[in-house]
């Protein structure tokens, strides 16, 4: 690993599932990032902006700012009960109303290439490629998103991924855009599940991010419909977004296949002549591995 630190920008739609508030702490637990911006993407951005600035206040890192996307419509999300107190206006940390712009500054000013990695779907950030497509230029991008050959729940067939089919056309856009492309889609995001000793080390911690991330966690678990719960006793739900995070730092434990991916209209991706070359993370090389840097520094 590179000793020097890699600038990032996140871009989250924290609120609705629980993997990005899991990813948000591991983030801020990894001593190869330097995190230049987190901006939140779909549905309501600025109650998703109140979940970042939150978190960031909690664990001291409001030096951080946010960018808050086009916002898509009201909707409170599951994890609003943790922030229905929290007024934006005590974020002591800046906040830009325009996230497209300032991920389009932020990333046009670095003095080195950024790393965008991106949780959620992709309107902020197909966004900000329509105000300066020059923004490829001085970054790459990483997501959790898509489905290769592995679908969710075990699914030997590729499935359409939530990332993908809630906004098709900014997924299009930003898989054409010409900047290096590397994405964990299902085939190997799905396996991220916490158990047994990993998990009791998690529930057994009580430093500030892990506090956090069990708060909202535990709210989370109210929330889901019964019929869809996606968590089973004494294990976590799947942590999808973890995986993109790792990869921004590296690829050692991940087989990472070069792949021309076509995004259909119904919203698979699917390997296609007339797709673009993305750089797919599709096995795992030693996920008990990933397992343990996960836990390590989350605990830590």
Same mark, same amino acid.
């Given at each position: ?19 990005? *508030? ?113 923004? *490829? ?44 492309? *590397? !994405? ?8 991220? @599940? ?14 500030? @991010? ?13 929330? !889901? ?10 294990? *976590? ?64």
């Amino acid at each position: 690993m590179n000793s020097k630190k890699i600038p990032v920008i996140l871009d989250t739609d924290i609120g609705l599932d629980i993997d990005d *508030t899991w990813a948000l702490g591991f983030l801020l637990k990894c001593p190869e990032l330097d995190v230049k911006l987190i901006t939140t993407s779909s549905d309501n951005t600025p109650l998703k902006a109140k979940l970042v600035a939150k978190f960031l206040e909690a664990v001291g890192r409001t030096d951080i700012p946010i960018g808050i996307g086009p916002p898509e419509n009201r909707k409170k999300g599951w994890l609003y009960p943790w922030v229905k107190d929290y007024e934006m206006s005590r974020y002591p940390g800046m906040v830009h109303e325009s996230g497209m712009q300032v991920l389009c500054s932020t990333i046009i000013y670095s003095p080195e290439p950024v790393t965008l990695i991106s949780i959620g779907p992709l309107g902020t950030v197909a966004g900000a490629l329509k105000i300066n497509p020059k923004i *490829t230029e001085n970054s790459r991008f990483i997501g959790m998103h898509g489905s290769i050959y592995n679908g969710y729940w075990g699914s030997n067939k590729p499935q359409r991924e939530y990332n993908v089919k809630k906004n098709i056309e900014a997924c299009r856009d930003v898989f054409h855009a010409e900047w290096e492309k *590397t !994405i964990t889609p299902l085939d190997t995001c799905r396996d991220i @599940v916490l158990s047994g000793e990993f998990l009791d080390r998690i529930m057994t911690c009580d430093n500030t @991010v892990v506090k956090l991330i069990k708060e909202n966690y535990d709210i989370w678990k109210k929330k !889901i419909i019964p019929k869809l719960i996606m968590t089973k006793k004494n294990q *976590t739900s799947i942590l999808f977004d973890t995986v993109a995070i790792y990869l921004s730092f590296s690829e050692e434990l991940l087989n990472i296949e070069e792949l021309k991916i076509e995004v259909t209209d119904c919203g698979l991706t699917q390997i296609s002549e007339k797709g673009n070359l993305i750089r797919c993370a599709t096995s795992w090389k030693d996920i008990q591995i990933f397992k343990e840097i996960l836990v390590d520094r989350l605990t830590n």
